[in-house]
């Protein structure tokens, strides 16, 4: 299993541009979700989604968009980037409360996203 | 507001020591705790998860216990290695759902 892939590692955006980061997991978990990291702040939960056509806001929502089509894939979108969403973005993703599996929650490697 | 409280922030031992991570948090209604380790620049890895059910959780030279009731947990490494120092994040997610609250982290140097 490759486990919790993202890409791309590194992206450089001026404001206002937008684009999707990727996130992708085989490991059929019905959650997944999305985090910002910041120096001083740690990391706080944008979206997140209980399974397929299911998704809902986290602490810090705001100019960031999801959708979740398939079992295996959450895309974060960035619809007009601001310098303050420069940060380092994580997804991760579990088996849901209740089924399979006992709510181990895995983490792919990040991207760095710099906003000028 | 959910808060979870990790202490030291920073920790630099020598090569051998045996030594403790603390996580305190406020929520009484935590469901399991994890802790994870991040080396610079990279991602987060998975050490313990403690479930609701369990009390600690060991895995090689790791040991993490966790007490609901005083709202702490506790990561044990035993005999550090240079291999060890990251930095160390606890999180826990509530009953009724999977969402993670994390701590800030304890930056660890073990030095040879």
């Known amino acids: 299993n490759a486990g919790v892939t993202q890409t791309p590692k590194f992206q450089v955006l001026k404001t206002g541009q937008s684009m999707t980061l990727q996130c992708a997991q085989d490991m059929n978990h019905e959650y997944m979700s999305w985090y910002r990291q910041d120096p001083g702040m740690g990391l706080r939960l944008i979206h997140y989604?209980?399974?397929?056509?299911?998704?809902d806001q986290g602490e810090v929502p705001n100019g960031y968009n999801v959708s979740r089509s398939t079992t295996e894939d959450f895309p974060l979108r960035l619809l007009s980037a601001a310098p303050s969403q420069t940060s380092v973005y994580f997804c991760a993703s579990s088996y849901s409360r209740g089924a399979a599996g006992d709510g181990e929650q895995y983490f792919g490697p990040g991207t760095r996203l710099t906003v000028t | 507001k959910q808060e979870v409280t990790q202490i030291p922030a920073a920790l630099s031992v020598p090569e051998g020591e045996n030594l403790v991570l603390n996580c305190s948090f406020t929520?009484?209604?935590?469901?399991?705790l994890q802790w994870f380790r991040q080396d610079p620049g990279k991602g987060l890895t998975s050490l313990l998860l403690?479930?609701?059910?369990?009390r600690e959780q060991t895995s090689g030279r790791l040991n993490a216990s966790l007490d609901k009731s005083s709202g702490r947990s506790t990561l044990y490494i035993a005999a550090s290695q240079p291999g060890d120092s990251a930095t160390y994040l606890c999180?826990?997610?509530?009953?009724?759902?999977?969402?993670?609250?994390f701590g800030k982290g304890t930056k660890l140097t073990v030095n040879p």
């Open positions: 989604s209980v399974g397929a056509g299911i998704t």
């Open positions: 929520d009484s209604a935590i469901y399991n």
């Open positions: 403690i479930q609701s059910s369990q």
């Open positions: 999180a826990y997610d509530q009953g009724g759902s999977e969402k993670l609250v």
